[in-house]
């Protein structure tokens, strides 16, 4: 089992770009989420999903789109990247309160 | 008032030594309370659950007071593979129904000096 997996590992976008993140797990897992971690403010909630075709806002939404076509996949966009959302996102899986994460993507806008 | 609480450390300790973390969280609501463990540059890992009754796996304990609303993690014996940030968490009850919302701590930095 590769369990959560992410892609891409890194990124460098400019200002304005758009992209999207992808999530995978393989653990059945019901409830994906999305967050990112910034230096001195910890793991922040962007967006979540209990299931599939649903999402939800997180504390921390604006600027993000998120899609959950497929149970195993969980989408993050960024439609017009700024450069404060230069961070390290990490998608995560879980069927109750132990949460897998994935080993993250570091993303730079300049 | 931040809803989980860490001192950000860092705690440099010697090989051997018993170290000791806190936190405290702000919703008296919340039921599960964990440990992760994060590796510089790495993803967070569950190191442990907390229990009322308090935990042991090991070296580590773990304590919680619920009247408190203090959460404590206790490593016996550090070894130098110990040096990681810890992060507190406790679940989210005010979240959306069966979502298992996590609110982490922003951690505490533990380094091991041979």
């Known amino acids: 089992n590769a369990g959560v997996t992410q892609t891409p590992k890194f990124r460098v976008l400019k200002t304005g770009q758009s992209m999207t993140l992808l999530c995978a797990q393989d653990?059945?897992?019901?409830?994906m989420y999305w967050y990112r971690q910034d230096p001195g403010m910890g793991l922040r909630l962007i967006h979540y999903?209990?299931?599939?075709?649903?999402?939800a806002k997180g504390e921390v939404p604006d600027g993000y789109n998120v899609s959950r076509l497929k149970k195993q996949n969980f989408l993050l966009g960024l439609e017009s990247a700024a450069p404060s959302q230069t961070s390290v996102y990490f998608c995560?899986?879980?069927?109750?309160?132990?949460?897998?994460f994935g080993p993250g993507t570091r993303l730079t806008v300049t | 008032r931040k809803e989980v609480e860490q001192d950000p450390g860092p705690f440099n300790v010697p090989e051997g030594a018993t170290v000791a973390f806190n936190c405290t969280y702000s919703?008296?609501?919340?039921?599960?309370f964990f440990w992760y463990r994060q590796d510089c540059r790495k993803e967070p890992k569950l190191l442990m659950s907390?229990?009322?009754s308090g935990n042991e796996d090991g070296r580590f304990t773990a304590q919680l007071n619920r009247a408190s609303q203090y959460i404590s993690l206790l490593i016996r014996d550090s070894k130098l593979s110990d040096s990681a940030t810890y992060l507190c968490?406790?679940?989210?009850?005010?979240?959306?129904?069966?979502?298992?919302?996590?609110?982490f701590g922003k951690g505490t930095k533990l380094s091991v000096i041979p």
């Open positions: 995560a899986s879980s069927n109750l309160y132990e949460q897998y």
């Open positions: 653990m059945n897992h019901e409830y």
């Open positions: 999903s209990v299931g599939e075709g649903t999402t």
């Open positions: 919703n008296s609501a919340s039921q599960s």
């Open positions: 907390v229990y009322s």
């Open positions: 968490v406790v679940n989210n009850p005010w979240s959306g129904a069966g979502s298992y919302q996590l609110t």
